[in-house]
């Protein structure tokens, strides 16, 4: 099991205690995205006819309800079962066409071209370099040639500190004290084993991260919380003056 399937068992907690979204709010029409998200979508404009749009990490899909209510065709994609489970019904009981499926992002195939790709927090859950660059790879590629990616992950900044059972190391990667999990994976640190969980790099990595990929930066921002928490690094980006 890759690490970052663990999102499953949480979202069947979510389920059981009756939550209908990752963050917890009691409606769908508040998701932490939102402000970054109403923002990007004002600066790229109304939405052509047939416009589509697709979304990573989707959870149970409040960002994709919106877009569809907004009038795109949306495709979201999560890793967890449940997860789509909740978004397909979410979609149904207020009328919305959003289709929902369950896949790993990280590997995306297929031919299809999307005028509008959204990372609503999925990004920072992909830990080791390769996972990331592959990912980044495969959105740009998913872009129609005037297609915008909006990308709103978790940035670090200093004084950044977790408390145990996490352990925030110095190329940014958030350790969880875990047991458990693909051998490949666990990290001993003193007499305790621990799992990757995040990915929290500094605006200037992340920005390195799209510009390698092929990507041009249209609008680059950072929410700064207290100095003790991540920071937003929020972006929309186009594909470049690259050949695909």
Known sequence: MKYYEGHENAYRKLAAEGHITWEKKASLDDFDMRPFLEQALRQLGPPPPGARALEIG????????????????VLGLDISETAVGMARKHAAE???AAEFQVRD??????????DLIVDGHCIHCFVYDEDRAQLF????RLLKPTGALV??????Q????FEPPFMLDDEGVLWLEHPKGNPEDLKRIGDKLYHP?????PPEDLRGELLRAGFAIELEQV???VKTEPLSYQAIARKGNFVT
């Open 223 to 225: 929410e700064e919380p």
């Open 94 to 96: 207020r009328g919305l």
């Open 151 to 156: 990308m709103e992950t978790m940035g670090r």
């Open 197 to 201: 969980n995040r990915r929290i790099r």
């Open 158 to 161: 200093p004084g950044l500190h």
């Open 105 to 114: 992002v990280v590997r995306l195939e297929g031919e299809d071209r999307y």
């Open 58 to 73: 989707c959870g149970t899909g409040p960002v994709s309800l919106l877009l569809a209510a907004r009038g795109y065709d």
């Open 137 to 140: 790879a495969a959105l740009r």
